[in-house]
């Protein structure tokens, strides 16, 4: 048993160690490249950190949306800056920038230490030792309607919390969508084997999702999880040069984004009609309403990080052009 | 030590040599065609080993086959990405390391 308690203590320091190494060397890091590589490693180990703290869903979550989506998402931005000109036009006209750069530094600043202030106030109040709401969580476990405590906060206790986080995302990609008309086309890379790894893949990866999203009411998973495979499936489509058909850019495609967030704002509209209380749900109807959230919550994740991989708005007047 | 246990330290251990020479082979090998030869060959066996060692241990035949499956899944993604890290190599005109 000694022996034992001693590994786990020595794999937990060289984690702990190696994770700080890793966040230093991607954040100092003058290749940018390398960078969004460390940052990956970064996330897996992260995850890892997660599992030793007996917290499998966020490890499940990190792997899958902090390593690896977000993991996709710096390596197509990096791809992108690539073929922009703005790096050199900064590097040919250095004043332009400096001048900007002067007249900008003090309000982020100010900002920041706001900021900073304030989450030094929130830390220092709080109380010196704390049992946290696990017993409280486990008391009421009955009424949620499902078995698996993180499911049942995430969707049933702190509800609002995970429908703010739909909204989050969703302006996210508004915001993506704002900056770029139109998505890019870049020349896929369609050889046999990436298109035969997609063939096999994708199917798997669909069913994956409908498992994590099902398996979330007794053990870990639930529509973020689900939602990042879901994505994961996307990112391989578009990589094997795959488009979205044009008559499904438009209205269904919009549609299949907001569907999250607007069923939670109904599920709160009616929660509010029906008990009086945001998001509280009658205990008998709780497990099915809560599905139904989850599954319109996966679409929403699953479409929304694909749509962000993607980059600009898909169009559909100029869809011949790109195909 | 039952008998399950001593064949699933073993298939570990067997697995942990694997994967610790693949690593050395990454960091000391030439180029980036060697090195994919020696962190492939290192994830299919060593990664197999170690899902064959935790078989043993598996309470249920269910256990037992989503370990065979990540492991299945493992040996198909990490073949086609080095073949696609290769092939970009290639494309890119890295030339192939001689002695």
Known sequence: ?323 | MNPNDTLSTALLIAGAIFFLAGTVGLLRFPDVYTRLHAITKADNVGLGLVVMGLAVQAETWAEAGKLLLIWCLVLLAGASVSHLIARGALTRGIKLWRR
């Open chain 1, 1 to 323: 048993m000694e022996a034992v308690t001693l590994l786990q203590w020595t794999f937990d320091i060289l984690l702990g160690l190696g994770l700080l190494w890793l966040a230093w060397q991607a954040l100092t890091s003058p290749d940018l490249f390398k960078g969004i590589v460390l940052f990956i490693a970064f996330g897996l180990l992260m995850a890892l950190a997660w599992v030793r703290l007996d917290a499998p869903d966020i490890a499940l979550a990190e792997a899958g949306i902090g390593a690896g989506l977000t993991g996709a998402l710096l390596l197509a931005a990096f791809a992108k800056l690539r073929t922009v000109k703005t790096n050199r036009d900064i590097a040919e006209h250095p004043e332009k920038g400096k001048l900007k750069n002067r007249s900008l530094q003090f309000w982020p600043a100010a900002l920041l230490l706001v900021v900073a202030a304030g989450l030094g106030y929130a830390v220092l109040s709080l109380p010196p030792y704390a049992t946290g709401l696990s017993s409280e969580v486990d008391a009421n476990l009955n009424a949620s309607g499902v078995s698996n405590p993180v499911t049942a906060v995430l969707l049933n206790f702190r509800g609002y919390d995970t429908m703010l986080e739909m909204f989050v995302l969703l302006l996210a990609l508004l915001g993506v969508w704002s900056l770029e008309g139109s998505a890019l086309t870049r020349e896929a890379l369609p050889g046999p084997v990436l298109n035969t790894l997609t063939r096999v893949l994708t199917p798997m990866l669909i069913l994956v999702a409908a498992y994590l999203l099902w398996v979330g009411a007794h053990a870990p998973g639930g529509a973020f999880q689900a939602g990042s495979v879901l994505g994961a499936a996307g990112v391989l489509l578009l990589l094997s040069g795959w488009r979205l058909p044009s008559n499904l850019a438009a209205m269904p495609l919009r549609l299949t984004l907001v569907a999250g967030p607007a069923i939670f704002v109904a599920m709160v509209v009616l929660t509010m009609l029906i008990e009086g209380r945001l998001l509280e749900y009658p205990p008998e109807q709780a497990g099915i309403l809560m599905l139904f959230l989850e599954t319109a919550a996966t679409l929403s994740i699953g479409v929304t990080l694909a749509a962000l991989f993607l980059g600009g708005r898909p169009q559909n007047k100029n869809n011949k052009e790109h195909t």
